[in-house]
């Protein structure tokens, strides 16, 4: 597989999974700045969010998953600089109460539910916090949140 080079010619850390190949289409001359958020419980309004190319919120960012929570959330979200911003439902997030979450983020990129996307040339998937697992996670990611 290729391997990415970022800053002053350091190499990325080994992959975490040596069976999966590495195989970003991520450009060898660009890098970029991934910020990852969890677990804000309603408090994303007093943190400093470092700036970067991607967002990625993990889940939690409600306490109760009320449509309220949500759209305080999406008020934040508007507001931040980052290009993409990705997020993934955490049980407190309650996906069964919000199934149809993604039309209640319109300020996210995109919502991962048991799916991948690619973005900035990396692709994501997005298991959310629901047990056991459905789908098995598929092979050749870059970030698995």
């Known amino acids: 597989g290729r391997r990415i080079v970022c800053g002053r010619g350091i190499p990325p850390p080994p992959p975490l999974f040596p069976q999966t190949p590495f195989h970003s289409t991520l450009s060898m001359s660009r890098c970029v700045t991934v910020v990852h958020l ?8 007093g943190l400093a969010v470092p700036p970067g190319d ?3 919120h993990s889940g939690d960012f ?3 998953g009320t449509q ?5 959330f999406d008020r934040w979200l508007a507001g931040l600089p980052h290009r993409h911003k990705i997020v993934v439902l955490g049980n ?3 996906p069964t109460k919000n199934p149809n979450a993604a039309a209640l983020l319109p300020h996210a990129s995109h919502v991962l539910h048991h799916h991948s996307v690619e ?3 990396l692709r994501i998937y997005g298991l959310p916090c629901d047990r056991p697992c459905p789908h098995p996670i598929p092979v ?6």
Do not use: K
């Open 62 to 64: 409600t306490n109760n």
């Open 119 to 121: 973005v900035c040339g």
């Open 140 to 145: 050749g990611m870059d970030i698995v949140v």
């Open 92 to 94: 407190h997030d309650q």
């Open 54 to 56: 991607m967002l990625i």
């Open 68 to 72: 309220a929570e949500f759209q305080a």
């Open 38 to 45: 969890s677990d804000t419980h309603g408090h994303h309004e």
